[in-house]
């Protein structure tokens, strides 16, 4: 019978994301602390956002692991092309990018799940008694910094924004480079959160917003259609003058924005994170109910340092 214990998640986790489940986490473990979790392993769960690196050393022991993989590709559309040799070897993929999974299937041949990333409560929460000081926030890269100037992903983005501070002037307050609780803290000091994505993705920061009880206003999104509601969750546009109107109407209609707000801090409280990874755990354990496995070869230390170019899974 499957259960937790045949789970190794592979991400920036200080904890087991799902208590009972394994963990790993190379900032704070040794590489040779891998080996012996992937032989009580039966399905590992690889967080791609946070493990993806050049100098990553933990795929050359994935490439000896014989039980099942699941791989969560949690930056898909800017990383795509680096992505598509990661594929290989995998069991199921799931991706934050809903979009992501008809071109996933086109290239490499298998489906994958849309996984909303969702939010973590510790982090973004509302803030009791907090003074509103802004009427419009944004808080994010607008690629102002040299080399990134000409990079078109954020071209739409400095665009949006640009519009709205001169629309608006000193009633918009943009920031950049804040974290923790300062960065909760700005969402909760504004009437209304302003998010624009790169590439039309569902971003992070959109439930961190709704996290806070902000009002969102956001960019158009296949993704977020799929769960949210335009009008009741949050307000979408499609150019930067809708983006414009949809501040105003929510700056002329307290209780409109009051609606907003709190529909979409409800409905975002089904993402909380702890509940999306409980769902990849679930799907895990299906997954080798339906797909049992024998005795999986052990894995023996390396000798040779690891620290080098990677050898994908």
């Known amino acids: ?19 009972g489940a394994m963990f790993y986490n190379g900032t704070i473990h040794r590489e040779h602390d891998l080996w012996p979790l992937l ?42 092309n680096y992505l598509k040799n ?87 307050c943009v920031r950049e480079g804040i974290y923790g609780k300062e960065y909760n803290r700005f969402w909760n000091e504004c009437k209304i959160g302003i998010n624009c994505s790169p590439l039309g993705e569902a971003t992070l920061r959109v439930y961190e917003v709704l996290a806070t009880g902000t009002a969102l206003v956001t960019d158009r999104s296949k993704d977020l259609e799929l769960i949210f509601n335009d009008g009741e969750h949050l307000l979408m546009y499609d150019s930067p003058d809708e983006a414009i109107s949809c501040c105003e109407r929510l700056l002329a209609d307290p209780e409109m924005r009051k609606f907003i707000a709190e529909n979409g801090r409800r409905a975002v409280a089904k993402y909380e994170r702890s509940g999306q990874y409980r769902y990849l755990a679930e799907e895990a354990i299906n997954f080798l109910e339906e797909h049992p496995l024998g005795d999986i070869p052990k894995i023996t230390p390396f000798s040779e340092p690891l620290h080098e170019e990677p050898v994908f899974a």
């Open 39 to 80: 032989n009580k392993a039966k399905v590992v769960i690889e967080i791609e956002h946070i493990t993806l690196s050049r100098r990553c050393y933990y795929r050359k022991y994935l490439r000896f692991f014989q039980g099942h993989k699941f791989l969560v590709l949690w930056d898909y559309v800017t990383r795509k």
């Open 1 to 19: 019978m499957a259960d937790l214990n045949d789970i190794l998640f592979m991400g920036h986790f200080s904890e087991a994301p799902v208590k």
């Open 86 to 172: 990661y594929a290989i070897g995998y069991d199921r993929i799931f991706s934050v990018h809903a979009q992501a999974g008809d071109e996933i299937y086109d290239r490499w041949g298998k489906p994958a799940k849309f996984w909303p990333h969702g939010y973590n409560p510790k982090v973004s929460y509302p803030v009791e008694d907090c003074l509103i000081r802004y009427d419009i926030g944004f808080c994010g890269f607008l690629g102002e910094r040299p080399g990134w100037e000409s990079n078109p992903i954020y071209s739409k983005r400095r665009e949006v924004v640009s519009a709205l501070q001169e629309h608006f002037g000193d009633k918009m």
